[in-house]
């Protein structure tokens, strides 16, 4: 279980670095998410996961609200990383899109070898930007 929950970290952490308006599938930000964890740029990370709540909270709040993700997250990340050697290599192994939604799954190789499945739950916001759906749904 804890296993599985430092994945989804590590994987949401991956796409919401990359997710940015230049892409045009789910897999592709999946990946520049991927890239940002692999180059530790986890600030980066942190400003592409999506949060329902930026739709109806100020700007203010929404940076507060990442800056306390960032705080929680930043050490851990870094840790597991460093743990596993860094991030070798990734690539998309699916990707599931649903209208403004999708699922991309993602094998990432690290540094000791090993190679996890991670998946990343996408949401497209109106300004047709894929992004790392944080809110969950």
């Known amino acids: 279980m804890k296993r ?54 100020s700007e203010e709040a929404t940076g507060q609200q990442k800056d306390q993700i960032y705080e929680m997250m930043e050490g851990f990340i870094r840790r597991e990383l460093e743990r596993k050697g860094g991030i070798q290599s990734y690539k998309v192994v699916s990707e599931d899109v649903k209208g403004d939604r999708a699922t991309v799954k993602m094998a990432i190789t690290f540094g000791n070898e090993q190679t996890e499945e991670s998946e990343f739950r996408m949401i497209k916001t109106k300004e047709g930007k894929w992004m790392v759906n944080f809110g969950g749904k």
Do not use: H, R
């Open 4 to 57: 599985q929950f430092i994945c989804w970290l590590l994987i949401t952490a991956c796409v919401l670095l990359g997710a940015c308006g230049s892409d045009n599938t789910p897999g592709e930000a999946a990946g520049q998410v991927v890239e940002l964890m692999k180059k530790g740029d986890i600030k980066a990370y942190v400003n592409m996961l999506y949060y329902p709540e930026e739709e109806t909270q």
